[in-house]
């Protein structure tokens, strides 16, 4: 089955620089989720879409901004890098309607330098 | 505080035996409910889902869910040296689309041969 698709897979930027993490959800998932997993941490929720619409907001510096596009692929932008930033990004689709399950894809691993 | 929260372990099983996990969460009108299995450095791979109370069978896991005392737990039955990794608790307290998981801290499962 169809899974997930994220890009790229690994991604080096020094401090200050700017990254775009791409998500390409499960054909007919129409909600896409962005995730932030630090070492050792579980994931925290960053920003949510449906329908192309933000739908919930979580701990999202405001450095970073995101959107869904018509097809609805996402794109997380990410400004004046720091350290910190440095984690595993997860995004993860829903289809329309109950139950809402959450499916994963495989991550981007960002290290900042 | 924490609105989600689960034993860190780890917990050691022999290979062949139930591992039971549990995870309790705060707050009460919480709807859904899901476990997540992670390897490291994977993603989360969602294993289960359970939304009403009572016990949810699939094939060699079993989640049970007790809404009055706040309560969902995870059995493997015949655990086997790959089930070896992080189970995530993940909680939906809306059950809309586009709602954010919150995650307990995952508990590590060591499956001994």
């Known amino acids: 089955a169809a899974g997930v698709i994220q890009s790229p897979r690994h991604l080096i930027k020094e401090k200050r620089e700017t990254a775009t993490l791409k998500c390409y959800p499960i054909?007919?998932?129409?909600?896409v989720y962005w995730y932030q997993q630090g070492p050792g941490q579980d994931p925290q929720f960053l920003i949510s879409?449906?329908?192309?619409?933000?739908?919930d907001k979580g701990s999202i510096p405001d450095r970073f901004s995101a959107q869904q596009f018509s097809d609805y692929h996402s794109e997380l932008n990410m400004s004046s890098l720091e350290l910190g930033d440095s984690a595993l990004y997860f995004c993860?689709?829903?289809?329309?309607?109950?139950?809402?399950?959450?499916?994963f894809g495989p991550g981007t691993r960002l290290t900042v330098t | 505080q924490k609105e989600v929260e689960q034993n860190s372990g780890p917990l050691s099983v022999p290979e062949g035996a139930i591992a039971s996990l549990n995870c309790t969460y705060s707050?009460?009108?919480?709807?859904?409910f899901f476990w997540y299995r992670q390897y490291s450095g994977k993603s989360p791979e969602l294993i289960m889902s359970?939304?009403?109370?009572g016990d949810k069978e699939d094939g060699r896991f079993t989640a049970q869910l007790n809404k009055a005392s706040q309560y969902v737990s995870l059995l493997i039955r015949d655990s086997q040296p790959s089930d070896s990794a992080t189970y995530l608790c993940?909680?939906?307290?809306?059950?809309?689309?586009?709602?954010?998981?919150?995650f307990g801290g995952g508990t590590r499962v060591l499956v001994k041969p």
């Open positions: 054909p007919r998932h129409d909600t």
């Open positions: 707050d009460r009108g919480s709807q859904s």
């Open positions: 993940a909680v939906d307290q809306l059950r809309a689309a586009g709602n954010k998981l919150t």
């Open positions: 359970i939304y009403s109370n």
């Open positions: 993860a689709s829903s289809e329309l309607g109950a139950p809402y399950e959450q499916y």
């Open positions: 879409f449906y329908e192309k619409m933000q739908s």
